[in-house]
């Protein structure tokens, strides 16, 4: 097999970005360019690059294949040798595949969503080079190659988070996406330089880390792992750098699915599984994921059950998945954890496509309880949407029950059982807040609905029933051996040296039965409380949990007005006071010192006389002096 095909998976979509660039700018500056153009361009590209990633799927599932890519030189001084080179492994080629797939379907949702915006040919060519930027992370065969990539989703992310920019709340969001991630990428890079010069350079692949990791010292190792960590927990939405996603959700809803579904915030788990024989060798750094993987996936649950905003509902639901897969990759599951990025991506993105497809029919209204009193039947997502809320709240035989009870159950065999007990809970409130989100707007008793029956665009529908299909059945792929599977996802990615169960079977159906009650009762509750709910009645939007325990005003009181405090205080003092002040005063004695010269030269011609008289006299006094030998 051709090995070039990898810089391929990368260059369709950046390609397209390219090409929509440059039509757009024609279509404004020059002459209107139809929007099907952008859309042909926009979507065909990451499909491409879809086929290609499959093709080297089936040829590495063939014959056991490690692709790698040498493409130039970056950099070469003294011992850093820096190549750009990809590396298409077990790990990454399974990346790839979902990335590459459920983008595609996102960049086709997205064709409709976007459709007769001013900046449709712009969205799409931010589109595909997000789709590029990861797909460089995820291939990446070194970690300074993959910073190029990590960086590039980052500010792909400001781009279209900020898209429309003539509205300040986008711009704000924008940008405390963009610093907030920039606090994780101080982090991220130097966790890279410490375990380089831990390693005593021997070399920067991911391979030559791994052969080299024994020679390194423990204290330096610690201390990479836990700023790659930080990296993480930025790009990832982990407490304390989480503040950044649900802000995040001012942007077109496309863009908000391709986040929580195939980019970015996946990058931080990928990242940690990609340093797995890192992690590997501090299991204590490790540990310290797990809990604060643990505790985000509680903490963002918790806010979930009180908010109003569809999109924010969404998003704090990622952060907590997201938690659930940092307990996997902290705790050695680096195959479960991965396992359940691969079934997020399938019910968050159609969950994220369902709820676009409301804001769309109802004029972009996003609370709700608004958009349970307007709604009228739309069949396509009422049923796709019903579909994801079951696996994300992990319900049999759906997706995500098997990937969050193959988490559940490593951290009980583990003998974590703080964590196994957090996760449990917190599954119980996923149940609950997400079918209270589906009873508001589907269930709850509306006899007065302000909109009319709304068809949905096929190019909404046909991705919407090709990820439901994957939120039903993925969790197959990876069935236990204990349910009669033969753990495929966990063999193909056998390279990270998965921590294996140590539970006999009768021990696993205890844990399984647990699991599947625990949701149920939180469907149950949920189901009491707002299946029948009046929607013309509120909930109280007041209290700890409904303001997000004020974390945003605690960062803004202690982070950005102390930032402003301290720039007052360098404009005011520091900079008008002392370094003006020294500067004009110093200008001002220049201006006085050379006013005070004037005389010198003032067009007079009697004081040039004079000036001439005093400089004779002054030469004949000193050659007189000197003749006479004084």
């Known amino acids: 097999m051709n090995t070039s095909l990898l810089i391929w998976i990368i260059l369709f979509p950046l390609l397209g970005g390219l090409l929509n660039g440059g039509f757009y700018l024609y279509h404004i500056k020059i002459q209107k360019i139809p929007e099907l153009l952008f859309a042909i361009i926009g979507t065909v590209f990451p499909l491409l690059a879809f086929v290609f990633t499959l093709i080297l799927f089936l040829d590495m599932n063939e014959h056991g294949s490690v692709y790698s890519q040498h493409l130039f030189m970056w950099l070469d001084i003294d011992k850093l040798t820096i190549p750009m080179q990809l590396l298409g492994d077990n790990l990454s080629i399974f990346m790839s595949l979902f990335v590459t797939f459920v983008g595609t379907l996102i960049h086709l949702y997205a064709v409709a969503y976007m459709k007769d915006d001013e900046g449709f040919g712009k969205f799409f060519a931010y589109f595909n080079l997000f789709l590029a930027s990861m797909l460089l992370l995820v291939l990446a065969d070194n970690p300074i190659i993959l910073f190029i990539g990590w960086e590039g989703v980052g500010v792909c992310s400001y781009l279209l988070i900020s898209f ?35 390693l005593n ?62 980019t970015m915030v996946t990058a931080g788990v990928y990242m940690v599984a990609r340093f797995h024989f890192l992690y590997d060798a ?71 496509m369902g709820a676009g497809g409301l804001i769309l029919a109802i004029h972009h209204e996003q609370d709700i309880f608004e958009l349970g009193k307007q709604r009228k039947k739309l069949p396509i997502i009422s049923v796709t949407f019903l579909i994801g809320v079951i696996a994300i709240s992990g319900i049999p035989p759906f997706a995500g029950f098997f990937s969050k009870d193959a988490i559940l ?18 599954a119980f409130l996923t149940a609950f807040y997400m079918f ?33 299909i994957g939120a039903v059945f993925a969790g197959f792929i990876n069935l236990p051996e ?13 390279q990270l040296n998965s921590t294996p169960l140590d539970l006999s079977h009768a021990a696993e159906y205890v844990l399984i039965i647990l699991s599947i009650a625990v949701a149920a009762s939180g469907i149950y509750v949920a189901y009491k409380r707002y299946a029948n709910y009046d929607l013309s009645k509120r909930e109280t939007e007041e209290g700890l949990i409904y303001n997000k325990f ?55 011609v009697r004081y040039y006389a004079f000036y001439m008289l005093i400089g004779m006299s002054a030469i004949s006094y000193y050659v007189y002096m000197k003749l006479q030998g004084v």
């Open 282 to 352: 501090i299991p204590g750094v490790g540990l310290f994921i797990a809990y604060v993987g643990a505790f985000s996936a509680l903490f963002a649950a918790i806010i979930a059950t009180r908010q109003t905003d569809i999109k924010k509902i969404l998003a704090y639901s990622t952060m907590s998945q997201l938690g659930y897969m940092f307990i996997a990759v902290g705790l050695g599951l680096y195959s479960s954890g991965l396992f359940h990025v691969f079934t997020h991506a399938f019910f968050k993105a159609m969950l994220f």
């Open 409 to 426: 159950t490593g951290a009980f065999s583990g003998g974590h059982y703080l964590i196994w007990l957090i996760g449990l809970f917190t």
């Open 482 to 494: 204990v349910l009669g599977g033969n753990h495929n996802v966990d063999t193909w990615l056998a």
């Open 201 to 262: 350079e021997t070399g920067i692949s991911f391979s030559s880390m791994q052969e080299n990791i024994t020679l390194a010292s423990q204290p330096l190792l610690i201390l990479s792992g836990v700023l790659l960590f930080i990296g993480a927990m930025g790009k990832s939405a982990q407490i304390p750098l989480y503040t950044w996603l649900p802000d995040a959700m001012l942007g077109p809803t496309p863009i908000s699915a391709l986040i929580h579904a195939a």
């Open 550 to 604: 004020y974390v945003d005003e605690v960062y803004n009181t202690i982070f950005v007005k102390s930032a402003q405090r301290l720039s007052t205080f360098f404009s005011d003092v520091v900079d008008n006071k002392i370094i003006d002040a020294s500067l004009m005063g110093l200008s001002k004695g220049f201006v006085a010192f050379g006013r005070g010269l004037t005389f010198l030269q003032n067009a007079n």
């Open 164 to 198: 429309y920019y003539k509205t300040k709340e986008n711009v704000v969001a924008g940008n405390k996406a963009f610093l907030v991630n920039r606090v994780g990428d101080l982090g991220f890079l130097l966790g890279v330089i410490t375990l380089f010069f831990a």
């Open 436 to 468: 209270r989100l589906y009873f508001i707007l589907f269930v709850a008793p509306n006899e007065q609905s302000k909109m009319e029956t709304h068809k949905t665009p096929w190019s909404i529908g046909i991705p919407l029933f090709v990820l439901a």
